[in-house]
């Protein structure tokens, strides 16, 4: 398999409980379903917008959003994201990779990422006394969260700049002409950018509800889009072993159907611990449905592994694990000398000269050896370095994993029905009218 941005997908370590052979077997099904996506047939194919998107994003609307982000490096030093689910998780996961905002530009606070009072105090905290802006972000303009987040965090916006002064600090992003966002935005003539009709929520990180924020943040998000449009390209071939969406989708299936139903993202990364979030959703929202999909979890090691280590290791054997790791993680740090006189009591002086990230690859080669011992089929994603390219390109290889995951579950991975009955049964006890 080609590396592309320095991913590559391991899954040997499976084999021991997915028989290449086994495995092989579902190749002819996932070229059946590549090909309906590709030619847009199947549930839900009115929503696979996001196929192409890589391949598609012209430089002028990047060069668009580019600008925004410059302007809002010049005007603000906290800029205040306002969204759920699908419309923040993609941003805050790519940027959290990446090490946050690059200097000199504002800092990304999230909001309207739930009902919180504590959530929404920090907001409001982290733009006192600092000049801020808001990218407020739903596709349909009605989400509850986001809404109320946003009346307050306007309310304040508009005390401290005067109506115009506010309006030229806001940014939403919505759907070209339906709710009540878009209603809002054209009233009150705040710059509007477009969330596409055909891209769902969670897969709509290349739209500006990625862009647009990490932009911002003075991401790279070219790199961003180009990792992303690599391995989309790869991941158009037919042979299942030299495509890694096709591998992921076809190896975790076939765990699926021999009762390995929880799915476990463990990362020995803590900058892709949100990638981990973002990912669930992907898969949750994606899979979840018609009482069949994988659960998905996510863990950071080591921390986890001195937490949740002992029942991956050794618990009801229903978990099968997905590595997320990285080679090299620079600027490197390396084990000293003891700082004490040399004398070693800590036990240490076989690391000393050691780096870091090469101590944290031989402690996620110990765990998949000894998860796999235990019971845990394990897959393995490496990343080279983290870099705005290997980011795009591993949401690029999710994305497509699960549009073909599930639709090799026979659901439609483009939906979300389920989500709507917490929001019947909170309106009806809110007394929202009609509800
Ligand atoms: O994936 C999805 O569609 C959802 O998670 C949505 O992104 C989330 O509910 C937010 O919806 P909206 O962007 O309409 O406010």
Known sequence: ???????????????????????????????????????????????????????????????????????????????????????????????????????????IVFAGTGL???????????????????????????????????????????????????????????????????????????????????????????????????????????????????????CLTDDMRANPAHLYAATRFGLYERGFHTEVLATFHSGLATIGEWWKQLYGESEGKEGKGIFPASTVYTTDLHSLGQYVQDGRRNLLETFLVVREDEPAIKVPKDPGGGEGLDGLDYLVGQRLDAINWKAYEGTLEAHGEGGVPCLSLQLDCVTAGAIGGLISLFEKGVAVGGRLLDVNPFDQPGVEAYKRAMFRLLGKPGA
Do not use: N
């Open 1 to 107: 398999m080609d590396k592309v941005h320095g991913i590559t997908l391991d899954i040997a370590p499976s084999e021991a409980f997915l028989p290449p052979a086994d495995l092989a077997a579902l190749a002819p099904r996932v070229s059946a379903v590549a090909a309906d996506l590709a030619a847009g047939r199947g549930p839900g194919s009115e929503y696979l917008g996001w196929l192409d998107l890589p391949a598609t994003i012209s430089g002028q609307h990047l060069d668009s959003l580019e600008a925004a982000g410059v302007q809002a490096q010049s005007d603000c030093e906290v800029c205040v994201v306002i969204g759920i689910g699908g419309s923040y998780l993609g941003a805050r996961a790519v940027l959290d990779a990446l090490g946050g905002s690059a200097a000199g530009a504002p800092e």
């Open 116 to 234: 919180c009072t504590a959530s929404l105090r920090r907001a409001l905290a982290a733009v006192k006394g600092r000049d801020f802006r808001l990218v407020v972000i739903s596709k349909s303009g009605t989400t509850l969260e986001p809404a109320v987040s946003f009346r307050i965090l306007r309310g304040l916006l508009q005390e401290r700049y005067g109506e115009e002064g506010a309006a030229a600090r806001i940014d939403a992003v919505t759907d070209a002409s339906r709710g009540a966002l878009r209603q809002l935005a054209d009233q009150s003539g705040w710059r509007t950018w477009i969330i596409p009709d055909d891209v769902g929520g969670r897969f709509s990180v290349l739209t500006p509800v990625g862009l647009l924020p990490l932009a911002m943040a003075g991401v790279d998000i070219r790199g961003l889009v180009v990792g992303a449009a690599d391995m989309r390209e790869v």
